[in-house]
């Protein structure tokens, strides 16, 4: 009898040390569960931060901005191709104005000075012709590089034609005040 409580002893100890073995296991498989699950759904809530004043939207809206902007692209071409006709009227129309008064300028000042009146009107008119034949593409990638070669000289250039444009105004003001 005591031959079977020690083999009912060993394989209880057997039994027993496999049962924590088992624990040890399933323990585990748990944990490692546990850790799949807890990293999905970390991972699932995580989202890129927006910007300040943004707003989620979906990809319907990116075809709305682009529409948007074309439109935008389109109105300011077609608004810079009138500006640049009428600009280029205007300095053809200055061009005839100089020619006409050299032949003044030759009576009463001399041909000499006549002379550089005929040349600034055929400078202008040349600047016209210029004008006209470029594209509004091309005369913003002018402007472009102008600009990156000398900026100082753009800067007031823009200071001057701002203080023009501030003079037509006021005085376009004080007229319909007048």
């Not at 073995?21 to 890129?48: H, I, N």
């Not at 005839?96 to 002379?115: C, F, L, P, R």
């Not at 753009?154 to 005085?171: D, P, Q, T």
């Amino acid at each position: 009898m005591a031959d079977i409580r020690k083999s009912i002893g060993k394989s209880s100890a057997k039994a027993g040390e496999k049962k924590p073995a088992a624990k040890k296991a399933a323990v585990k498989k748990s944990a490692a569960r546990k850790d799949t699950s807890e990293m999905r759904s970390t991972t699932a809530q995580k989202a890129a931060p927006l910007k300040a004043g943004a707003t989620k939207s979906g990809p319907a809206s990116k075809p709305a901005t682009s529409d948007f902007k074309e439109r935008a692209m389109t109105k300011a071409k077609s608004a810079a191709s009138q500006g640049k006709e009428r600009t280029g009227n205007a300095i053809e129309n200055l061009s005839k104005m100089i020619e006409d008064s050299a032949k003044t300028i030759d009576d009463n000042v001399g041909q000499k000075y006549g002379d550089y009146a005929r040349s600034a009107a055929d400078s202008v008119s040349s600047f016209a012709e210029k004008l006209n034949a470029k594209e509004i593409d091309e005369m913003v990638e002018d402007a472009r590089g102008f600009v990156r070669k000398s900026p100082a000289v753009a800067i007031g250039a823009a200071a001057v034609v701002g203080f023009l444009v501030s003079r037509l105004i006021k005085s376009g003001m004080d007229d319909r005040d007048a």
